[in-house]
């Protein structure tokens, strides 16, 4: 998911390419909002690994 140095993963080559187009798309009347949700299922447990409390 998240890959290596050299060799980007989905996440991060996602967020790159979202933040290029938005900023291609950026003018005056436009306004863009991005919320993240990053989930971690394990053992029927739903874990948010954003929530710095864990």
Request: with cysteine; proline share 4%; glycine share 6%.
């Amino acid at each position: 998911m998240m890959g290596s140095r050299s060799q980007k993963g989905i996440i991060p080559r996602l967020c790159d390419q979202l933040f290029d187009h938005i900023a291609a798309r950026t003018h005056a009347e436009l306004s863009c909002k991005v919320e993240v949700s990053y989930m971690e299922i394990y053992n029927e447990k739903v874990h948010d690994l954003l929530d710095p409390k864990g």
